[in-house]
């Protein structure tokens, strides 16, 4: 393994700006930016090495735009220079870092973990429940937090940050991709690092969660997460601690939060997932996901009519949707979406 005099030195190193630039390119490579950097590679990662190592890289402006799927929201994109940047720091020095403080059941944006992880620990904690208590009463505390990355506070981040990395060049680093929004709360979702800082921003509270509340049952993927527990009261309890915890983080839980019971099923990952009184785990696809892939379809059908939407497109996107489907009980959805599918694209299909 090659060693680095600095942590900074990681992320200019080229080596690592020519791995970054593989990883920030895949899935883009039709795209003008990314052809661009391409055509003139080794002057363009050259110049990243410079500009980093002088200290002089600056922070391209973000492209806004919104999604509104699952729900409304404003993604702001770097650039593809930034991106190589974000993958080289991200990659050699923000994940080997970090990642070694966080919980095993904090799902998110780490390799080897995603939502097969959490999907099946969630199947293990509630097996492992049935056996304690050989039954399905029990209660769940399912919270979230209100437009998380939007109200993420610089200063509170900043100073997380600084319990990991001690290095003054890759804090200016990290500094100026947290600063590069307007005021002092608030980071951009479409950065590759902002996906690690939220990880590290509620590190905290796992901890507390796991250690100090003493719950076993409790896994996180970003800001939805839940707590098992055979105890409504005790919930009650720490439901009263997690929003003083999250308010001296600037946070605040949403209106989805709240307590039910154990046998009407947990609502995670896209999939509603129920314990039965034999001690069955069942999971089933979420209503919005089941009516939202119809209107899809037939949206698709429209747009592709028009001209505006290519058949491979709608085969990927409805590929992708089946594949999710798959992970839960889901067989007499799946036969039910294929006809209307094959109904819709039969003779496009082929």
């Known amino acids: 393994m090659?060693?680095?005099?600095?942590?900074?030195?990681?992320?200019?190193?080229?080596?690592?700006?020519?791995?970054?630039?593989?990883?920030?390119?895949?899935?883009?490579?039709?795209?003008?930016?990314?052809?661009?950097?391409?055509?003139n590679l080794m002057e363009a990662l050259l110049l990243l090495k410079y500009q980093l190592q002088n200290k002089t890289y600056t922070l391209a402006p973000y492209n806004r735009f919104y999604v509104y799927e699952p729900k409304e929201r404003l993604v702001m994109s770097n650039s593809y220079?930034?991106?190589?940047?974000?993958?080289?720091?991200?990659?050699?020095?923000?994940?080997?870092?970090?990642?070694?403080?966080?919980?095993y059941d904090n799902y998110a944006s780490q390799v080897g973990k995603g939502t097969d992880l959490g999907l099946s620990r969630?199947?293990?904690?509630?097996?492992?429940?049935?056996?304690q208590h050989k039954s399905a009463d029990g209660w769940v505390l399912k919270c979230d937090i209100r437009k998380f990355f939007y109200n993420i506070n610089h200063g509170i981040l900043k100073s997380l940050l600084r319990k990991h990395i001690s290095c003054e060049n890759t804090l200016w680093?990290?500094?100026?991709?947290?600063d590069s929004t307007e005021g002092e709360v608030g980071i951009p979702i479409g950065n590759q690092s902002s996906q690690l800082f939220a990880l590290l921003y509620l590190n905290g509270l796992d901890h507390y969660i796991k250690e100090k509340l003493g719950i076993k049952f409790y896994g996180r993927y970003m800001d939805d997460f839940y707590l098992i527990h055979e105890d409504k009261e005790f919930l009650k309890?720490?439901?009263?601690e997690i929003r003083s915890y999250?308010?001296?983080?600037?946070?605040?839980?949403?209106?989805?939060?709240?307590?039910?019971?154990?046998?009407?099923g947990i609502d995670f990952l896209g999939f509603h997932t129920y314990l039965?009184?034999?001690?069955k785990v069942i999971r089933k696809?979420?209503?919005?996901?089941?009516?939202?892939?119809?209107?899809?379809?037939?949206?698709?059908?429209?747009?592709?009519?028009q001209g505006r939407l290519p058949m491979t497109r709608i085969e990927c996107s409805y590929r992708s949707w089946r594949g999710h489907a798959e992970r839960g009980n889901c067989y007499h959805l799946i036969r039910k979406t294929d006809k209307l599918y094959n109904e819709l694209f039969k003779k496009e299909d082929k």
């Open 173 to 178: 680093l990290l500094d100026m991709i947290i």
């Open 276 to 279: 039965t009184d034999s001690g």
């Open 285 to 305: 696809l979420r209503r919005q996901s089941k009516t939202g892939i119809c209107r899809r379809l037939k949206k698709f059908k429209g747009l592709h009519e």
């Open 122 to 131: 969630l199947t293990e904690f509630l097996h492992k429940y049935y056996r």
């Open 246 to 264: 999250v308010g001296k983080l600037g946070l605040e839980l949403n209106e989805k939060t709240q307590i039910s019971p154990l046998r009407n």
């Open 81 to 103: 220079k930034d991106k190589v940047v974000q993958h080289s720091l991200c990659d050699n020095v923000l994940e080997p870092i970090l990642i070694k403080s966080f919980i």
């Open 2 to 39: 090659q060693e680095y005099e600095t942590l900074y030195e990681r992320i200019y190193a080229f080596k690592n700006l020519y791995n970054a630039y593989k990883e920030a390119r895949k899935g883009k490579r039709w795209k003008d930016a990314a052809i661009k950097f391409e055509i």
């Open 237 to 240: 309890k720490c439901l009263n």
